[in-house]
């Protein structure tokens, strides 16, 4: 009986140190993981001198491939060596308040974004996007592929500075375009045309002239004295005839 009791706490010794170390491992694997995006700039520094971040050296193409929409590629090169992420892009619906919106000026396709850290203007050699456009937004606002183009967002607001956007193919859902772009930043596909401005017509106020109606005198008119006594002897006369008429049939 001792002897099975000290065989199951040995068993249970050895599962214990065995699941410690399995934890140990895992943890380590995790901080050691080669990351594919942007960090903060203490948390990359402290990882880069552990060997965690990737080196994107100098003098190097690197291309990625995405499944999002509207960018479906990005090929860079920087001038130096960089221990840091792969720039990465997001579709974005909501712009940061210092980002203006550009729908009461153009017709836009769309907004995104794409985060880099650590590779700017300053270090960015070349930097090319592929992006796809749906064929049924261009049909629908009877566009053609020529009429498109690519902002990016800067200090100073919207542009198309430093950016050149072709169109290369096409299939049955999507139009393709190449754009090199001088930066990573926000960005937003639009047609090339401004909305017209529509200014709502000023009625012009007429002077009419007023029409004021002439008050109306009352002319007071004479009496005619004449008619007023004879209708007052004829009443007597009546009176009369009545009178003595009835005192007559009084007396008989």
Same mark, same amino acid.
């Given at each position: ?8 706490? /040995? ?6 140190? /065995? ?10 694997? @995790? ?5 594919? !995006? ?6 990359? %520094? %402290?990882?880069?001198?552990?060997? %965690?971040?990737? *080196? ?17 590629? &990005? ?48 270090? *960015? /050699?070349?930097?090319? &996007? ?15 592929? %020529? ?21 290369? !193919? ?10 090199? /772009? ?6 937003? &596909? ?49 009176? @009369? ?12």
């Amino acid at each position: 009986m001792k002897l099975l009791s000290l065989a199951l706490l /040995v068993v249970l010794v050895f599962l214990a140190n /065995v699941i410690f170390v399995s934890a140990q491992d895992e943890n380590e694997t @995790a901080v050691n993981l080669n990351t594919t !995006g942007g960090g903060s700039s203490s948390n990359s %520094s %402290s990882l880069a001198d552990s060997g %965690s971040v990737p *080196l994107i050296a100098g003098g190097k193409i690197y291309k990625t491939l995405f499944f999002s929409e509207p960018v479906k590629s &990005i090929e860079f090169e920087v001038s130096d060596n960089v221990w840091t992420g792969r720039p990465f892009p997001e579709k974005v619906i909501y712009l940061p308040k210092e980002v203006s919106y550009l729908d009461n000026l153009r017709n836009v396709y769309s907004y995104f974004r794409i985060t880099a850290n650590k590779i700017n203007k300053s270090n *960015l /050699v070349l930097a090319e &996007i592929k992006l796809n456009i749906q064929r049924d937004w261009v049909d629908k606002q009877a566009l053609n592929t %020529s009429d498109l183009e690519l902002l990016i967002y800067e200090t100073n607001g919207w542009t198309d500075s430093d950016i050149n956007m072709s169109y290369f !193919g096409e299939n049955s859902e999507d139009y393709f375009y190449l754009a090199e /772009v001088p930066d990573f930043s926000y960005f937003a &596909i639009v047609q090339k045309k401004e909305k017209p401005v529509v200014q709502t017509p000023i009625e012009e106020v007429k002077d009419e002239p007023v029409y004021i109606p002439e008050p109306k005198v009352l002319v007071e008119e004479p009496i005619n004295n004449m008619k007023t006594f004879g209708f007052v002897v004829l009443v007597l006369v009546v009176v @009369a005839l009545f009178f003595f008429s009835f005192m007559r049939s009084k007396k008989s």
